[in-house]
């Protein structure tokens, strides 16, 4: 009766103080969890933005060059009609001080209506007060100066695009280096399952939840 009446009593007493199971979901494993999902996704939007960003730096670069291949060659196409028109005239112009007019007939037929404009307007000018020839900026019916312009003007279209091109792939570099700082934030996550230590799980969830701010402030300044 006594062993029997004791046995009740012992089995009841090891429910009572049976082993403690570890509260597996702690903080330091839910910080954990929420800081690696951002930062994967943090991850993807920052490589997707670097290939974008990459993407125009090279169609930019593209579009530079284009420019500055039609800017060097409308200057000199420019060049070239300026001294063919140069000396069409002059040839014209002996011809008439000659008096061959047949000569002078045909120099005239080859210049082009913009340099004819050109030589009527300083014909009509007062001996005194125009230019020194048909072929001066002065001129407002010489058509040369604004191809000269229009040259420059897209020679500075190549300038500003390549500038774009330049500030988008130094920006693609930029978020290279925010990736390169995410894999912290994955290293640091994974060693702190590796330790038993209480202090070191929060150092390196620290670490890791920090090098997470920071990329996401650059990004969004950025952006």
């Known amino acids: 009766m006594s062993a029997a009446h004791h046995a009740p009593h012992g089995h009841g007493h090891g429910h009572g103080h049976g082993p403690h199971v570890p509260h597996v979901h702690s903080w330091w494993n839910i910080s954990l969890a929420a800081i690696l999902g951002i930062a994967a996704i943090v991850a993807g939007i920052t490589a997707w ?30 060049e070239r009609s300026i001294n063919t028109q140069r000396t069409l005239y002059l040839e014209y112009q002996q011809a008439v001080d000659e008096g061959d007019t047949k000569r002078a007939a045909t120099a005239y037929s080859m210049m082009d209506s913009g340099t004819r404009s050109a030589i009527a307007w300083w014909m009509e000018q ?7 020839s048909p072929f001066s900026a002065a001129n407002p019916a010489w058509p040369a100066p604004s191809s000269i312009i ?14 774009y091109a330049n500030d988008e ?55």
């Open 49 to 78: 933005r670097g290939t974008v960003l990459n993407g125009h730096a090279v169609e930019s670069f593209t579009l530079s060059t284009q420019s500055t291949n039609n800017a060097n060659t409308m200057a000199q196409d420019a």
């Open 126 to 132: 007062p001996a005194d007060n125009r230019p020194p």
């Open 150 to 163: 229009d040259a420059r003007a897209t020679l500075d279209e190549s300038a500003e695009q390549l500038e």
């Open 169 to 223: 792939l130094a920006n693609s570099h930029t978020l290279e280096l925010l990736a390169a700082l995410l894999t912290i934030t994955f290293l640091t996550g994974g060693l702190s399952g590796v330790f038993e230590s209480a202090s070191a799980k929060r150092a390196l969830v620290a670490a890791s939840g920090g090098t997470l701010i920071l990329c996401l402030v650059a990004l969004v300044f950025m952006w």
